[in-house]
């Protein structure tokens, strides 16, 4: 097994706890996305409009929409026409209900403490070479928004549906990203693997769902047993559908936990590119959240670093240079928390709260996620650097 | 899979009708707005929105509504969704929209809640009191 330099000293503690998922892990970083890479390398020797064509067809209406198109992407459809025999649509709606019940506090996790995790692995060298989160971070944030949206949605995973066309969307952006970086000059694969591999898929999966309810359950939000599952049940057919490779597919919450664990162990620490995305990402919140007021912009960063740095800690937001609380006795965590008691027990007490307030977080999540008037669709780019896409709509 | 399809039809009373048909969602909710935009100038005095015949709402459509939802609230004009099938019914509940919006078993309900003939019995027989 090839192991990338960077990765040598994690893997070493990594195999210390569990040698298995440590390999799987570090094989899966010399791996991108096998299926759709070869779709990505038959398209770069096709004229552009044609090749996209069919996958455009092909992501609306599957693989019999494109009868003229090669076999391996008729294929790659094809296999993706039905889900897999463990995915159960009933099992779906249960999370998807908490998730919109407590819309707010998830996209505050997510924005002040998944996506800054996701991207402080070897993840932020892709990002950072080819500009395309720090020139869009709020497209990105709000992208995501509507991603978890759609798949959250009762159906939204079913074939025709919004979340399960993102999903595939979102797999191909990588794979013709992963396909730029590989044959870029600025790619050191023996050093830092493969763009975009499928360990760093896996590892973004898991921190969207299993990761998410724990960030959330430091916020106040507590969810039953069967919220939990559901929604790690949502997010591991997304995984499916986005690429996640079998060794690789955590089913359970437990699972997810344990391979973020053996994955955080494996990543080197947080290098510039890390700390750059992280810091990116907090400074454009107040831009998703619609503060364009200087002033106002700053406030909520300032705010934004403290609920970052009490998620993650003191010792990763300080590796992330991130500036130190300014809370010294009740700490911004705690402050949430209390808010949300209260909140809970006045919708507890006063139902027609409790109705307003479900309304209000659906709005919200609706303002801060992407639309384009132009239809679903996703950036698949042209170029390795985002400032020299000029033409970057998908079709 | 239904094609999506809109009809609008301005009625006597100064009420709109709207029916629509198919997927409401990231492909056909941006027609579906820049449709019915010129219908509410001047805003009409209700909206009855016929979704008996959708499949499926996305947060693109559900993104229309409640701008819809929006301008007429603001024109204290009352928007009811007719024929609410359970998979529609569904993502209005886990959304938190059903309560923005009044419900109606049919066109006649529907327009007897816009024009705000009958209390509470009328809205509870007309296929459900969500407003």
């Given at each position: ?355 307003k307030?479900?309304t209000h977080?659906?709005r919200?999540?609706l303002d ?28 | ?13 100064g009420t709109l009708?709207v ?14 707005g820049?449709?019915l935009a010129p219908h509410l100038h001047p805003v009409p005095a209700g909206v009855?929105l ?13 993104r229309e509504l409640m701008t819809l939802a929006r301008t007429l609230t603001k024109h204290k004009a009352k928007a009811v ?16 929209m059903?309560s923005i919006f009044l ?11 816009v024009?705000g ?14 407003a």
């Open positions: 097994m090839i192991i990338p330099t960077e990765y040598q000293a994690g893997y070493a503690k990594a195999r210390e706890i569990d040698p298995i998922v440590a390999d799987h892990y570090m094989r899966h970083t010399m791996i991108g996305d096998p299926a759709c890479d070869a779709v990505i390398d038959l398209l770069n020797t096709l004229p552009r409009e044609k090749g996209y064509g069919w996958i455009e067809r092909g992501i609306e209406d599957g693989p019999d929409a494109i009868p003229d198109a090669p076999e391996l992407i008729r294929d790659f459809f094809a296999d993706l026409e039905k889900p897999p025999a463990w995915f159960d649509h009933e099992a779906t709606y249960a999370g998807g209900s908490a998730f919109f019940r407590n819309g707010e506090m998830f996209i505050l996790a997510v924005t002040g403490a998944i996506m800054v995790e996701g991207f402080s692995t070897m993840m932020s060298k892709s990002f950072s070479i080819t500009g395309r989160m720090v020139d869009g971070a709020v497209k990105r944030l709000q992208q995501n928004t509507r991603h978890i949206i759609e798949i959250m949605l009762p159906g939204g995973l079913d074939r025709q549906s919004d979340g399960w066309k993102l999903s595939l969307r979102t797999r191909l952006v990588h794979a013709r990203v992963r396909n730029l970086l590989k044959h870029s000059d600025e790619w050191d694969t023996p050093a830092w693997g493969t763009p975009l591999s499928a360990a760093h898929i896996s590892l973004a999966v898991c921190a969207f769902s299993a990761l998410l309810l724990k960030r959330v359950g430091q916020l106040g939000v507590h969810l039953t047993t069967e919220e939990r599952e559901s929604f790690v049940h949502v997010w591991r057919y997304s995984g499916y559908l986005m690429g996640v490779q079998p060794d690789l597919d955590a089913a359970t919450e437990a699972d997810a936990m344990h391979l973020l664990a053996i994955g955080a162990t494996c990543e080197p620490p947080p290098g510039m590119e890390s700390i750059m995305l992280a810091n990116a990402m907090i400074n454009s919140s107040p831009l998703m959240v619609g503060l364009n007021e200087p002033a106002e912009r700053q406030k909520w960063a300032r705010w934004m670093h403290e609920v970052s740095r009490s998620l993650m800690g003191d010792e990763f937001a300080d590796q992330l240079k991130y500036p130190p609380s300014r809370y010294r006795f009740i700490s911004i965590l705690t402050r949430i928390r209390w808010s949300n008691q209260i909140d809970q027990i006045l919708r507890t007490m006063f139902p027609f709260i409790e109705r307030r479900h977080q659906f919200r999540l801060i996620s992407y639309y384009s008037d132009k239809g679903l669709r996703y950036t698949v780019p042209h170029h390795v650097h985002s400032e020299k896409d000029t033409q970057n709509e998908f079709r | 899979m239904a094609t999506f399809t809109s009809d609008f039809v301005s009625r006597t009373d009708l029916k629509i048909t198919g997927r409401l969602d990231g492909n056909s909710a941006p027609t579906f820049r449709e009855l016929d979704v008996s015949k959708i499949e499926f709402i996305s947060s693109a459509g559900l969704l007719i024929g609410v099938s359970p998979a529609v019914n569904e993502v209005l509940e886990i959304s938190g059903n419900h109606a078993a049919n066109e006649d309900a529907a327009q007897r809640l024009s003939k009958g209390g509470f019995f009328a809205k509870l027989f007309a296929g459900g009191a969500k």
